[in-house]
């Protein structure tokens, strides 16, 4: 798979750890390993910048400062479930395809060429309130549907294929939240004003319809307060 669009378009809503969604944006801060038992929950999401030789590119469509530190600037995601031995496993859209969802340790080693390079960051809804078992139940079945998808090179908002933050939209739809209580989208061309080359890029390996189709799509960037 071309790691170039693991990121890259829909609904990324990276922000501080555990952070309210509604909340100015403050230091980020990783979620480190041996507090994940404690302090993880179902349904949180996960943030990780990857190291693939597009990280850089993607990232930079976040626009941030510079001197920032790159692992605070995320380039993929995924969302959270407890299997049934315990163990946090990451529904994503990477076109896994029949792959199960893998540990949130493989997952940041994987994200990390075979090293766990960069922290982990997490978010969370404010109001836990309306993830209620039936409706975590719904988005994970939603994610897990979703996760066994192939991967969607034209970023279209179809079931047949998915990417990483449509997966972690549509599983949050499925408990009977928006994507609009997470943040407002903006068109992916607007994106373009950082990185134009990137344009071309898309252009390149999708054919014209798909490639004006995936501009016209709205999006979330992950580096947005």
């Known amino acids: 798979m071309n790691r170039f669009t693991c990121f890259l378009f829909l609904v990324l809503t990276a922000t501080p750890v555990l952070c309210r969604a509604q909340q100015a944006a403050a230091e980020r801060k990783p979620l480190s390993k041996k507090n994940w038992a404690a302090k993880l929950q179902d349904g949180d999401m996960v943030f990780i910048r990857s190291v693939t030789p597009q990280a ?15 692992d605070k600037v995320f380039t993929h995601c995924g969302i959270l479930f407890k299997d049934g031995s315990g163990v946090f496993n990451v529904y994503e859209g990477r076109g896994r395809n029949d792959q199960n969802p893998v540990s949130l ?13 960069h922290n982990v960051y997490v978010r969370r809804l404010a109001n836990r309130s309306v993830l209620t078992p039936n409706a ?15 991967y969607d090179f034209g970023f279209s908002w179809s079931d047949d294929c998915v990417y990483c933050s449509e997966l972690i939209s549509k599983a949050y739809e499925a408990a009977g939240v928006g994507a609009s209580a997470l943040k407002k989208p903006h068109p992916i061309k607007d994106y373009y004003k950082a990185v134009p080359k990137l344009e071309q890029t898309i252009k390149d390996q999708l054919d014209t319809a798909k490639a004006k189709a995936c501009l016209g799509e709205k999006a979330f960037n992950p580096d947005e307060p």
């Open 56 to 70: 850089g590119t993607i990232a930079a469509l976040g626009q941030p400062p510079p001197g920032t530190d790159e």
């Open 105 to 117: 340790e493989q997952w940041q080693k994987d994200e990390g060429n075979g090293t766990a390079k």
């Open 136 to 150: 975590l139940n719904s988005m994970k079945e939603r994610a897990n549907a979703l996760h066994h998808s192939r």
